[in-house]
């Protein structure tokens, strides 16, 4: 099979054959069908992340259809639609027992510490294939395992509260998500901002109420004056950039030392930064990294009922070997682009 591995820091990913894994009694083996390009993917593709070992099929965002299972698998079939959840937990730790397998202490990644899903065939354990209806189009469920999920779980641990208003920085892959989350969970307003237009207009039709352009907006003034003064009640910072995340800090505070909401912190800081001490006054700031195993099943059945429409999340669709270009596209940051996905293997 064809796969994309990472070999060395700061060098292109090498996409070569190698062998298809063989299974154990609790694992399945999924043909992937779609598998998204996300943020992460470009970090590792640029040295700022290693992963745990080299070489490493890299990907995290996958789907496709079973193909095998072992002997022990019970929860899927071979010809079941399937998405990959990319957090392998042990079930039984102290964190898994609480339900927060994402934080397990005995966690591996896969397309960190295990191979990935820029591959042709992929094993995993049975309980890491989340079966889907053959109703919901399969590259549907390579972004559900991520961009969809992610921004899911940063506005759950977000308290979000019906009326809210909620400020997303960064309308990208997780950001539009975190928009199209936000309005399903009864803000009572949603703006967005972005650097891209496009992004934006697409924010608006993802459930964003105002868009925000800081190349052209007083940002802060506006936030401060859509919520009488008061700061946003929640703002998550999908960007990544210092600049948001010092900007971010600021729209939960509002206008007096006394006032301040919920941060969250999706988009991965790479750069230290200093915020103002008063920033967070009674207020909240946490980062949210990755959803657990309950809310995947959760956003599977929401989507499989008709309750969320991704039909424009994903904006290009590439083969295999083409993944420097797909890499390329989603570090660009150009119009247009939303979720990159990889559908062809050979
Ligand atoms: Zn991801
Ligand atoms: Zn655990």
Same mark, same amino acid.
């Given at each position: ?237 999908? *960007?990544? !950039?210092?600049?948001?995340? /010092? $900007? ?5 505070? #509002?206008?007096? &030392?006394? @006032? +301040? ?49 991704? *039909?424009? !999340?994903?904006?290009?669709? /590439? $083969? ?5 270009? #797909?890499?390329? &596209?989603? @570090? +660009? ?14």
């Amino acid at each position: 099979m064809l796969a994309a591995f990472y070999k060395e820091k700061g060098k292109p990913f090498v996409v070569e054959e190698t062998d298809i894994p063989r299974i154990g009694p609790d694992e399945v083996l999924v043909e992937i069908k779609a598998a998204g390009i996300c943020g992460t993917d470009v970090h590792y593709w640029k040295g700022e992340f290693e992963p745990a070992h080299i070489p490493l099929i890299i990907g995290h965002e996958g789907a496709g259809v079973v193909k095998e299972v072992g002997e022990n698998v019970k929860n899927i079939s071979v010809n079941d639609h399937a998405i990959i959840h990319y957090v392998v937990s042990c079930g039984i730790c102290k964190n898994c027992l609480e339900g927060n397998d994402n934080r397990c202490r005995n966690r591996k990644s896969i397309g960190h510490d295990v191979n990935g899903t820029f591959a042709q065939f992929i094993k995993v354990p049975a309980r890491n294939a989340v079966k889907i209806s053959r109703a919901v189009p399969i590259e549907w469920g390579a972004i559900i395992g991520c961009a969809v999920s992610t921004a899911y779980h940063a506005v759950r641990v977000s308290g979000l509260e019906p009326g809210d208003t909620a400020v997303v920085f960064g309308a990208g892959g997780v950001g539009l998500h975190a928009v199209m989350w936000a309005k399903f969970f009864a803000a009572g307003k949603v703006i967005a901002i972005d650097l891209i237009d496009s992004k934006l207009e697409k924010a608006k039709r993802y459930g964003a109420d105002i868009i925000l352009n800081p190349m052209r907006d007083d940002i802060l003034e506006i936030i401060n004056k859509e919520t009488e003064g008061f700061g946003a009640d929640v703002v998550i910072e999908c *960007s990544g !950039s210092t600049q948001a995340m /010092i $900007q971010a800090i600021k729209a939960i505070k #509002g206008k007096n &030392l006394f @006032e +301040s909401g919920t941060l969250v912190s999706v988009g991965l800081q790479t750069k230290p930064f200093q915020f103002e001490y008063w920033g967070l006054r009674e207020g909240w700031a946490t980062v949210s990294g990755d959803h657990t195993l309950s809310e995947l099943h959760q956003i599977v059945k929401l989507v499989e009922n008709g309750r969320v429409n991704l *039909s424009e !999340s994903i904006t290009h669709r /590439i $083969q295999l070997t083409e993944i420097a270009r #797909g890499i390329k &596209l989603v @570090e +660009s940051k150009e119009e247009h682009v939303e979720r990159v996905v990889v559908n062809k293997f050979t």
